[in-house]
């Protein structure tokens, strides 16, 4: 791929524009750049609406579901392809990815105190990949494939890597997956997965941060196409989450979404979703959106809380954001949570992330590993297990129900964005009967023992004993 820059012509209805209204520098939708090539600001996806045909009601995407025979009928991301419109058809790329549930759930809703039939899980661990993830490479491969890339890679925590090696090995137009990870950072059932579905693992001596900057600086060099979320046809493929979940609350926007915030770029798809879905006029309330960090990555909670950071019509002052940074450079401060997912000190979707806390008047709140692994333990006696990470989405909503942000009648949709498998040491850290594992893995980040541990019981082989830890341990609950 080559790196000269033609701009778009009038007559393109998607085209690529740089974040920064002060630049605004436009591409064509078939050129690969990943920063504006003027001003290195983040490149947004922009469309021509008036000359697209778009749907009338929000109701025509769901008798597409009749005709799911048809993959891009079928696929939870291409369904609602004129949302997303930046390619031709024939150039799709889908694996049946977004067959996802929207489910009501009153165990963990009762934790977190809200009424019955308020809290909802949206569980994203049903992709193919088993994460979230799989919505954007969706997009992206089909961008990927309308420029002819081939070699594709990016630096990962886990889950982007594993949803890149499944689109690699899943489909035929000849891709290649080289993943860049930190050392000793991503979690065993994603590792299997890069492993298992056969990408070029690179793992680098350092952490995600470390990972992101080589592999922009290798994706430059070697003209790969570049998979991570400042891929902004990513974000494109992940407004589709918002879409499916008005779909299964038919069409009627929830009061607040509430997500995990990493590199923020589900947070910023999410916002882009609901920008459009008011300018076409599909909808006409728009749910507020709290962005969960967690303490140990807590920059977005930090320069919007604390530092005052807002959009301010696409002029944020960055200044605040490159001070914080240095700070933590001086202070040789690492980003350290269990959640994997989310252990990211420099959110590379923040400024798009802005946009969306604006529209969306949204919060920005953090949650400890303790409060994580607690919630992700009321998430899983729920029925839908999760990976840490996700379970910030639910501990989140907790605080804002303590601090009255969010009222227990309110109706509340919280991401689960990972499937309970990718994570098996943290969870198995937790209910398990091995102290030096616990401390290992949990205890050194400060998680007290106790919570809702769900031990094993340890007994002879003998079966008097074990009939008898039965009638002692099994009592029924509520
Ligand atoms: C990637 C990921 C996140 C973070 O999402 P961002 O879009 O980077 O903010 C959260 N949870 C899981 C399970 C993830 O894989
Ligand atoms: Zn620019």
Redo the contacts with the bound molecule.
């Keep these: 791929m080559s790196v000269s820059f033609t701009t778009t012509q009038q007559t393109d209805l998607a085209f690529q524009r740089c974040l920064n209204p002060a630049c605004a520098t436009t591409l064509a939708v078939d050129q690969v750049a990943f920063a504006c090539p003027v001003c290195g600001d983040l490149i947004d996806i922009v469309y021509d609406w008036d000359r697209l045909p778009v749907p009338r009601r929000l109701s025509d995407f769901e008798a597409r579901w009749a005709d799911r025979l048809n993959p891009l009928n079928f696929s939870g991301v291409w369904r609602f392809r004129d949302l997303l419109p930046f390619s031709p058809t024939d150039q799709i790329v889908t694996i049946g990815e977004g067959q996802t549930l929207l489910q009501v759930a009153d165990k963990v809703g009762q934790y977190i105190g809200m009424n019955p039939g308020r809290l909802r899980l949206q569980y994203?661990g049903m992709n193919p990949s088993g994460?979230?993830?799989d919505n954007g490479m969706a997009a992206a491969f089909t961008h990927a494939r309308m420029v002819g890339a081939r070699r594709v890679a990016c630096a990962s925590?886990?889950?982007?890597s594993a949803a890149l090696a499944v689109y690699c090995s899943a489909t035929t137009y000849g891709f290649k997956a080289i993943i860049f990870i930190g050392s000793g950072k991503i979690a065993y059932g994603k590792l299997a997965q890069a492993l298992d579905h056969g990408a070029l693992t690179i793992q680098i001596v350092g952490d995600f941060d470390d990972a992101m900057h080589r592999v922009r600086q290798v994706a430059d060099r070697l003209g790969i196409y570049l998979m991570n979320?400042v891929n902004p046809f990513r974000l494109e493929g992940?407004k589709t989450i918002m879409y499916r979940v008005l779909e299964q609350l038919g069409w009627e926007p929830p009061d607040w979404i509430v997500?995990?915030?990493?590199?923020?770029?589900?947070?910023?798809?999410f916002g882009k979703a609901f920008i459009e879905l008011k300018h076409l006029g599909l909808i006409n309330r728009v749910p507020r959106l709290a962005?969960i960090n967690a303490s140990g990555a807590q920059t977005l909670d930090q320069l919007v809380g604390n530092h005052g950071l807002t959009w301010l019509d696409g002029l944020p002052d960055m200044a605040l954001a490159h001070s914080y940074y240095e700070k933590m450079d001086a202070d040789g401060a690492k980003a350290s949570t269990i959640?994997s997912?989310?252990e990211?000190n420099r959110?590379v979707?923040l400024k798009k992330?802005l946009r969306a806390l604006d529209f969306c008047d949204g919060v920005v709140r953090q949650v400890s590993d303790q409060e994580i692994m607690d919630a992700k333990a009321r998430v899983g006696a729920g029925g839908l297990g999760?990976?840490p990470?996700?379970a910030?989405s639910v501990a989140g909503a907790k605080k804002l129900r303590e601090e009255g942000v969010i009222a227990p009648s309110e109706s509340v949709v919280c991401i689960l964005?990972?499937h309970q498998l990718?994570d098996p040491t943290a969870t198995v850290a937790y209910h398990g009967t091995d102290q030096d594992n616990f401390e290992k893995v949990l205890g050194s980040r400060g998680v007290r023992r106790a919570g809702f541990a769900n031990r094993p019981v340890i007994v002879p082989n003998d079966l008097d004993d074990i009939i008898r830890s039965i009638a002692l341990y099994s009592e029924p609950s509520d």
Excluded: D
């Design positions: 994203e994460s979230f993830k925590t886990g889950n982007t979320s992940q997500v995990p915030g990493g590199n923020l770029g589900n947070s910023s798809a962005v959640a997912a989310i990211i959110p979707n992330c999760c990976e990470a996700s910030a964005t990972g990718k």
